[in-house]
């Protein structure tokens, strides 16, 4: 390509997607819409999550938080809408991506170990024929030593607790090293010393640089783990720093006077 | 019995070891290629695209034989076999995609279908002038009688063909396999995958057609996985032990059937995978009926065992008949229920190790510790012995059980 044309490709790609060029924003969405049947799950959501930074996506039950992640990977179809990761749509950019799913969405008697769901995560990089090389092997163990299962490699998954799965899967997603962290309800269901686990490991990829985006359903730790929030109830409510936008006001907005009373003070307490 | 030998040792003449080989490269191309799709837990597809086969086979019968063509043509009947199983296919995917309806619906609209029409097909072909002879009917249940050599090669080329892309694409299809969604995130094709499964399977379907015959091939594609996976907890190894399964069964099924006299070689080979199953389901460690019941009783009796001891450091009176009959058997009480001086000195342990937990408890906080008492496992495989010294230091002196010692 002579570098004339290769000018005008570049300014033609901006002016196809002005937003992708505008920012280097990990996860950018505009106007995703995903419906079952005729009623939407997600309506035209916009968002921006932001680098060096840990954003919970907090709404009611069947408000659309997992649809909404799971639409932006194409893990679901969307009806509409576009993604872009790290400025670039989310197809080139697959690689820097790490999906931590819900833990339910597997069949956990299925024949494979501890060391073989990790290594999964290191599959695009090896490509179809590639051997496993001692280093990779090396490195996913690393990667479950990060989550503190350096001991289980050879289980099989079955016999696994609740918590430990979830490291597992956590894991995987380490071993991608990449840039940016989605993860659905990481903490659904894990005992006390997992979620301290997940939540010291989250936020040192938070202070190695990268972003982490999870899914999140315990308002009462919003404060402490995270630093952004993205509330939603099938429309988009409120986006930004948990101090200035995770508030009351929002949180009725949100959550529709879903929420108790009692609930309510008890955020208040922890807010001041 | 000798002539199964010969058949095995392919001494039993010439169709018999061209249908032994055949049916062995076909058993392990369907094994390994039909694991995927067990993974996956959509086995029964298969058994649609197999019966989608017939009306494909009824209809290139008739195209080859109205163009002047032997009818009989085993590539033309196999293309022809194999587009009418597409076809199924891809409407048992648009109806579960596109549908309401759930997959298994689909499978048993489309068999159901397609079989009958290859049955009508099948019929009126009998009454065409040329059909009479057509012995297609040997797509049912398989036929062996006329194995040519040239059926040999299309298993092998077909079978090795089948396998090799099952070694390819081993790793995106355990991943659709194990989570469809995490595939998804990386960027995988998961409908193009799962076509490919499914394109596997239909073409070890098509090849395996004329020997095994298209109701009992599913067989082969279902049992060796379900076989192997009673042997290993990885599923690379699962693919290749149901290869192994499934050679094992074609060869051997064949050589059987070779050696009595008007056997069905394709049941006979059905029948042999079942017998390795069935071997499998009962004998296999870990995972087989037999360990699992080995291991509930030894669970059982740590349990009862446990539960005595801790009676007797309670000075608590055992009633229950089998913890009696162990304890005395292990000679920890006489026959009249006093403990002896093992059996004091066992409970007087577990007692403590009882109280040296509780100890652990508050010395530990990590859950991943002190998480492992079950009251069962030892206290000296979670604590070294320093650690346990220290939850003594802080128990005191050893306490005597029933005041005896």
Same mark, same amino acid.
């Given at each position: 390509?002579?570098?004339?044309?290769?000018?005008?490709?570049?300014?033609?790609?901006?002016?196809?997607?002005?937003?992708?060029?505008?920012?280097?924003?990990?996860?950018?969405?505009?106007?995703?819409? $995903?419906?079952?049947?005729?009623?939407?799950?997600?309506?035209?959501?916009?968002?921006?999550?932001?680098?060096?930074?840990?954003?919970?996506?907090?709404?009611?039950?069947?408000? /659309?938080?997992?649809?909404?992640?799971?639409?932006?990977?194409?893990?679901?179809?969307?009806?509409?809408?576009?993604?872009?990761?790290?400025?670039?749509?989310?197809?080139? #950019?697959?690689?820097?991506?790490?999906?931590?799913?819900?833990?339910?969405?597997?069949?956990?008697?299925?024949?494979?170990?501890?060391?073989?769901?990790?290594?999964?995560?290191?599959?695009?990089?090896?490509?179809?024929?590639?051997?496993?090389?001692?280093?990779?092997?090396?490195?996913?163990?690393?990667?479950?030593?990060?989550?503190?299962?350096?001991?289980?490699? +050879?289980?099989?998954?079955?016999?696994?607790?609740?918590?430990?799965?979830?490291?597992?899967?956590? #894991?995987?997603?380490?071993?991608?090293?990449?840039?940016?962290?989605?993860?659905?309800?990481?903490?659904?269901? $894990?005992? #006390?010393?997992?979620?301290?686990?997940?939540?010291?490991?989250?936020?040192?990829?938070?202070?190695? /640089?990268?972003?982490?985006?999870?899914? +999140?359903?315990?308002?009462?730790? $919003?404060?402490?783990?995270?630093? +952004?929030?993205?509330?939603?109830?099938?429309?988009?409510?409120?986006? /930004?720093?948990?101090?200035?936008?995770?508030?009351?006001?929002?949180?009725?907005?949100?959550?529709?006077?879903?929420?108790?009373?009692? +609930?309510?003070?008890?955020?208040? /307490?922890?807010?001041? | 019995?000798?002539?199964?030998?010969?058949?095995?040792?392919?001494?039993?003449?010439?169709?018999? @070891?061209?249908?032994?080989?055949? @049916?062995?490269?076909?058993?392990?191309?369907?094994?390994?290629?039909?694991?995927?799709?067990?993974?996956?837990?959509?086995?029964?597809?298969?058994?649609?695209?197999?019966?989608?086969?017939?009306?494909?086979?009824?209809?290139?019968?008739?195209?080859?034989?109205?163009?002047?063509?032997?009818?009989?043509?085993?590539?033309?009947?196999?293309?022809?076999?194999?587009?009418?199983?597409?076809?199924?296919?891809?409407?048992?995917?648009?109806?579960?995609?596109?549908?309401?309806?759930?997959?298994?619906?689909?499978?048993?609209?489309?068999?159901?279908?397609?079989?009958?029409?290859?049955?009508?097909?099948?019929?009126?072909?009998?009454?065409?002038?040329?059909?009479?002879?057509?012995?297609?009917?040997?797509?049912?249940?398989?036929?062996?009688?006329?194995?040519?050599?040239?059926?040999?090669?299309?298993?092998?080329?077909?079978?090795?063909?089948?396998?090799?892309?099952?070694?390819?694409?081993?790793?995106?299809?355990?991943?659709?396999?194990?989570? @469809?969604?995490?595939?998804?995130?990386?960027?995988?094709?998961?409908?193009?995958?799962?076509?490919?499964?499914?394109?596997?399977?239909?073409?070890?379907?098509?090849?395996?057609?004329?020997?095994?015959?298209?109701?009992?091939?599913?067989?082969?594609?279902?049992?060796? %996985?379900?076989?192997?996976?009673?042997?290993?907890?990885?599923?690379?190894?699962?693919?290749?032990?149901?290869?192994?399964?499934?050679?094992?069964?074609?060869?051997?099924?064949?050589?059987?059937?070779?050696?009595?006299?008007?056997?069905?070689?394709? %049941?006979?080979?059905?029948?042999?995978?079942?017998?390795?199953?069935?071997?499998?389901?009962?004998?296999?460690?870990?995972?087989?009926?037999?360990?699992?019941?080995?291991?509930?009783?030894?669970?059982?009796?740590?349990?009862?065992?446990?539960?005595?001891?801790?009676?007797?450091?309670?000075?608590?009176?055992?009633?229950?008949?089998?913890?009696?009959?162990?304890?005395?058997?292990?000679?920890?009480?006489?026959?009249?229920?006093?403990?002896?001086?093992?059996?004091?000195?066992?409970?007087?342990?577990?007692?403590?190790?009882?109280?040296?937990?509780?100890?652990?408890?508050?010395?530990?906080?990590?859950?991943?510790?002190?998480?492992?008492?079950?009251?069962?496992? %030892?206290?000296?495989?979670?604590?070294?012995?320093?650690?346990?010294?220290?939850?003594?230091?802080?128990?005191? %002196?050893?306490?005597?059980?029933?005041?005896?010692?």
């Amino acid at each position: 390509m002579t570098r004339v044309a290769a000018t005008i490709a570049a300014q033609d790609g901006r002016a196809i997607s002005p937003a992708a060029a505008a920012s280097d924003c990990p996860l950018t969405l505009q106007g995703i819409t $995903v419906s079952y049947g005729e009623k939407p799950a997600v309506f035209s959501v916009d968002a921006a999550f932001p680098a060096n930074a840990m954003t919970a996506i907090i709404g009611p039950n069947g408000a /659309g938080k997992s649809t909404m992640l799971k639409a932006a990977l194409g893990v679901i179809p969307r009806l509409s809408g576009e993604v872009s990761v790290f400025g670039v749509p989310i197809e080139q #950019a697959r690689d820097r991506i790490a999906y931590v799913p819900q833990r339910a969405s597997v069949d956990w008697d299925f024949p494979t170990t501890v060391i073989d769901v990790v290594q999964m995560g290191l599959y695009r990089k090896v490509g179809l024929i590639g051997r496993l090389s001692g280093a990779m092997t090396a490195q996913a163990k690393e990667c479950l030593d990060r989550v503190g299962m350096a001991d289980f490699a +050879h289980r099989q998954i079955g016999q696994l607790s609740g918590g430990q799965q979830q490291r597992v899967f956590l #894991a995987r997603a380490l071993a991608q090293d990449a840039d940016l962290y989605l993860l659905d309800e990481p903490f659904a269901g $894990v005992d #006390a010393a997992t979620e301290r686990a997940i939540i010291d490991v989250l936020k040192l990829l938070k202070s190695n /640089g990268k972003a982490v985006v999870a899914v +999140h359903h315990d308002l009462s730790t $919003v404060r402490d783990y995270f630093d +952004h929030v993205f509330l939603i109830n099938v429309r988009r409510v409120a986006e /930004g720093p948990v101090e200035t936008t995770f508030t009351t006001e929002n949180l009725n907005a949100t959550y529709g006077g879903r929420l108790g009373a009692t +609930h309510m003070a008890e955020l208040e /307490g922890v807010a001041s | 019995m000798n002539s199964f030998l010969d058949a095995l040792l392919l001494n039993a003449g010439y169709n018999a @070891a061209l249908v032994a080989i055949g @049916a062995g490269l076909l058993g392990f191309a369907a094994g390994s290629s039909g694991t995927f799709l067990f993974l996956r837990k959509r086995a029964l597809v298969s058994d649609a695209t197999a019966h989608a086969t017939l009306p494909g086979v009824g209809i290139a019968f008739i195209i080859m034989v109205s163009m002047g063509y032997d009818g009989r043509n085993l590539i033309g009947l196999l293309l022809g076999s194999a587009v009418t199983a597409a076809i199924g296919l891809v409407i048992i995917e648009w109806i579960a995609r596109r549908t309401r309806l759930a997959e298994d619906a689909a499978i048993g609209a489309v068999l159901g279908t397609f079989f009958g029409l290859g049955i009508v097909l099948l019929t009126i072909i009998q009454t065409m002038s040329s059909g009479r002879q057509a012995g297609l009917e040997g797509f049912l249940l398989g036929s062996t009688a006329g194995m040519l050599f040239q059926d040999a090669v299309v298993i092998a080329i077909g079978g090795s063909l089948a396998v090799f892309a099952t070694w390819l694409m081993r790793r995106p299809m355990t991943l659709v396999a194990f989570d @469809a969604e995490y595939a998804a995130a990386m960027g995988y094709n998961v409908r193009r995958i799962d076509l490919l499964m499914m394109g596997l399977v239909m073409a070890v379907t098509v090849i395996g057609l004329k020997l095994v015959g298209l109701i009992l091939i599913v067989a082969m594609l279902i049992i060796p %996985p379900v076989t192997a996976r009673f042997w290993t907890d990885r599923s690379g190894r699962v693919v290749w032990i149901a290869g192994v399964v499934g050679g094992a069964s074609g060869y051997m099924g064949a050589a059987l059937s070779a050696s009595a006299s008007a056997m069905p070689t394709g %049941p006979i080979i059905v029948l042999m995978a079942a017998a390795i199953f069935l071997f499998s389901l009962i004998f296999a460690p870990v995972r087989g009926v037999a360990a699992a019941v080995i291991r509930h009783h030894r669970f059982q009796r740590r349990v009862h065992r446990r539960q005595g001891l801790l009676s007797l450091s309670r000075e608590e009176p055992i009633r229950e008949k089998f913890t009696l009959r162990l304890l005395e058997r292990d000679g920890l009480i006489r026959p009249d229920g006093v403990p002896t001086d093992k059996g004091r000195a066992q409970a007087a342990k577990v007692s403590r190790d009882e109280r040296r937990w509780d100890v652990a408890r508050e010395v530990h906080q990590d859950a991943g510790l002190t998480g492992r008492y079950d009251g069962l496992t %030892p206290i000296e495989e979670v604590f070294t012995s320093d650690e346990i010294q220290e939850f003594d230091r802080r128990l005191g %002196p050893p306490v005597a059980v029933g005041g005896l010692a």
